[in-house]
């Protein structure tokens, strides 16, 4: 690998987006990077998902080391496609601002063919790196960087809300039990954040110092809720000993609202009153220009402070507020990135599965109990408009009563954009009393779209007191794209293997007829995952009368091919071949007239034809009736083998020229006298050149020596064996179709 550059290509789909991540994480190890590597994984794993999702190419992944920094770029072949910016041309802007926070500079850049978005991260140590609390410059703003790319910049302020975090790289079930089990609740946004231990640390020292420098009895940070209440954060003294009461930020006097320092003489001060103190000394806390709570130092005896001890009490604020609020930007973080850790994660898990129906399961077990108490999704199809999928509920024994809540409810909101849903309550008064709470939750909808269509809906609940904070919402909706790019490959996946799986059922025979005094068996099986038609094929049919006709058959055919290449263009072939010997047999025509007439066939297909390779031959019985006799022709095919009663084996056929590449050949005869005990063996290159390393089955006579240990068995035994040494001759599943024919004279 170069030590300056590292590419590698991948492809348009959901699987590549994983490969793209331990792509940058090998390479960053290679370069002794590791201290970067979280943050280039996330971030290349934004980029790889926005180009799947948008652009819809394959995409190239380039690292590369630039004056000690590293500087990763994820470009896609559609460079018309304009990069969604967030609040500007996009809802969403989909992995930006995750690349503006990891980042030290980024950028977009174009050619004629291609779009890359690149991102430097600075050397481990390095300083003056960008960092969460530098300030940068707000959302949306661009800045020419001439000294560069001619590209822009963008630098997003602050962080958003976001779940707790998850540890990057774990794997396999563990991770899946820990995203889809029982995580802690989700942190709200704000002031909450302040409880973080190196906030309560900050405010336990303010508290101590406040009682200290003041000579006060008891000493108090509060701090605000989102509905605008003082809530207690820490205390000491005799502020430690008494509830607090009522209090809010409106009944605070004007100073405090202005931000200024007071102090109290009595208890008519509203803060006074709560703290049940009979004079006190108070400062506010502020980050931004925003009131985040106050420290109060309070004593039992009236006039206990003065305008000094205000000043003071001021200054100790000014300074206990930039603790904090480094504490806050530091949970933020560090729930940030946990959000985009389980974001990856969900997309690793996701992206491992392409059947439908586990999908849609691992959805909503990611969404239980993580974000709400329970889930559902819908599916949309045109035969359905909306169909109830699958349901899960936190609490199992609530899963058969919300599915049929959710069944005499409304239909699932037909929308393409996120946002509440009151289906729930349009169910029937009895169902709705059978559910008892649950059919009073607060329920949001998240559509499914994929390729610009909707395919489905995810809807959320939990129970009516328990408010959704925005992150969850957030989280939800950045689940639900990429859950809808999952569901639709696997729609994708399963329609393209149906299809293939039909169309390959239709090239293979429907069935193997009863020749007397043979034995035969036949073997298929298509390498892969059934995703793609594969071009080996067999056929065994009767020849010796027109079909339907009074006279029972003397004469049948068999063949075995190969067609180069697999997919529609090799089905093509295969299903002109196969077609092509029946009706030509049938025609009573020789077997190496057939096989003239069908290179001249594949021949005139032009562009369209593909090679092929054949072995077509013609059984006929003998008169005694101590075997049959074989006419074949092996066109460019690997050659037959004849296993005799003593263990003998011999090729049975010469080789002559295969299919489909030069016009006029002439083809002859080899005749096999196949008597009885004695098997012949037919299969296609699946066989011979299947691969352990850097050996072949075939090689050094391997599938002659597999033959000879087949004495004395059945047709069907002697094929199930030759299939078996196929399967266990390497570690690797085979990928090459295996074609075999076994005929054994009884």
């Not at 289906?423 to 649950?438: F, K, N, P």
């Not at 269509?453 to 904070?469: K, L």
Request: glycine fraction near 10%; proline fraction near 5%; aromatic fraction near 4%.
């Amino acid at each position: 690998m170069d030590r300056q550059t590292a590419t590698a290509t991948f492809p348009s789909a959901a699987a590549a987006v994983a490969d793209a991540r331990r792509f940058v994480r090998k390479v960053l190890a290679d370069w002794g990077m590791d201290e970067v590597a979280d943050d280039a994984v996330l971030a290349t794993s934004e980029l790889a998902t926005n180009a799947i999702a948008y652009a819809g190419t394959s995409f190239e992944v380039s690292c590369r080391l630039a004056g000690g920094d590293v500087e990763i770029e994820v470009r896609d072949r559609h460079p018309t496609r304009g990069i969604e910016m967030p609040g500007v041309t996009a809802s969403s802007g989909r992995g930006l601002p995750s690349i503006a926070r990891l980042a030290e500079s980024w950028g977009v850049s174009y050619d004629r063919r291609t779009k890359g978005v690149w991102f430097r991260l600075p050397r481990p140590g390095a300083t003056g790196a960008a960092t969460p609390a530098d300030g940068a410059a707000a959302e949306g703003a661009f800045t020419a960087d001439t000294a560069a790319r001619d590209e822009y910049a963008v630098r997003e302020r602050g962080a958003r809300d976001a779940a707790e975090p998850v540890s990057e790289g774990a794997a396999g079930q563990a991770r899946e039990d820990r995203l889809a089990g029982g995580a802690s609740e989700m942190p709200v946004a704000g002031d909450r954040l302040l409880r973080s231990p190196a906030a309560v640390e900050a405010m336990e020292d303010g508290v101590v110092t406040a009682r200290e420098v003041l000579g006060a009895e008891g000493a108090a940070v509060l701090l605000t809720e989102r509905d605008g209440r003082l809530i207690m954060g820490s205390a000491a003294g005799t502020a430690a000993e008494m509830p607090l009461g009522e209090l809010s930020v409106a009944s605070l006097t004007p100073d405090a609202r202005a931000g200024s320092a007071w102090v109290a003489a009595d208890a008519s001060d509203p803060t006074a009153a709560a703290l049940r103190a009979s004079s006190l000394a108070a400062a506010p806390l502020e980050s931004q220009g925003r009131l985040t709570g106050l420290i109060v130092a309070v004593s039992s005896l009236p006039g206990r402070f003065d305008d000094s001890d205000g000043a003071r009490l001021g200054r100790l604020a000014d300074e206990m507020s930039l603790s904090l609020e480094k504490a806050r930007v530091g949970e933020l973080e560090r729930s940030w990135r946990g959000w985009l850790s389980f974001v990856a994660e969900a997309s690793d898990l996701l992206a491992g599965t392409l059947d439908q129906e586990r999908t849609m399961a691992l959805v909503a077990q990611l969404v239980v109990p993580r974000l709400a108490t329970w889930c559902a999704v819908y599916t949309v199809t045109e035969a359905e408009p909306d169909r109830l999928a699958y349901v899960w509920h936190a609490d199992e024994d609530r899963s058969d009563g919300l599915r049929e809540l959710l069944e005499h409810a409304g239909a699932a909101p037909p929308t393409d954009a996120s946002g509440t849903w009151n289906g729930l309550a349009t169910a029937a008064e009895e169902v709705r009393v059978a559910v008892g709470d649950t059919a009073t939750d607060q329920v949001y909808a998240f559509p499914l779209i994929a390729r610009g269509r909707r395919i489905g809906t995810i809807v959320i609940g939990r129970p009516a007191g328990d408010r959704f904070p925005r992150s969850a919402i957030e989280l939800a909706e950045e689940l639900s794209r990429r859950a809808a790019l999952a569901v639709d490959n696997a729609r994708l996946f399963s329609a393209q293997t149906a299809m293939s799986s039909a169309l390959q059922r239709s090239l293979l025979p429907p069935g193997i007829p009863e020749i007397p005094g043979l034995e035969v068996a036949v073997v298929y099986e298509p390498a892969g995952e059934g995703s793609e038609v594969g071009g080996d094929f067999y056929d065994v049919f009767e020849s010796g009368r027109l079909p339907g006709g009074p006279a029972p058959a003397s004469r049948w055919r068999f063949a075995i091919g190969d067609v180069c290449g697999t997919g529609p263009e090799a089905a093509a072939v295969t299903g002109l071949a196969r077609h092509a010997l029946r009706i030509l047999a049938a025609e009573d025509l020789s077997v190496p007239a057939v096989l003239a007439r069908l290179n001249r066939l594949i021949l005139g297909e032009g562009e369209r034809g593909r090679l092929l390779t054949l072995l077509h031959g013609e059984i006929a019985a003998r008169r005694r009736r101590d075997g049959v006799t074989i006419k074949l022709t092996s066109a460019g095919h690997p050659p037959p083998l004849v296993l005799d009663p003593e263990g003998g084996v011999r090729e049975a056929a010469s080789p002559q020229p295969l299919l489909g590449v030069f016009d006029g050949v002439e083809f002859h005869i080899d005749t096999v006298e196949l008597r009885r005990g004695e098997v012949l063996l037919c299969v296609t290159d699946g066989v011979t050149e299947r691969r352990s390393g850097n050996r072949l089955l075939g090689d050094g006579h391997g599938l002659e020596r597999i033959l000879a240990d087949c004495t004395g068995l059945s047709a069907g035994a002697v094929a199930a064996r030759i299939q078996r040494a196929v399967r266990d001759f390497g570690p690797e599943p085979s990928n090459d179709d295996v074609a075999l024919i076994v005929l054994r004279a009884s």
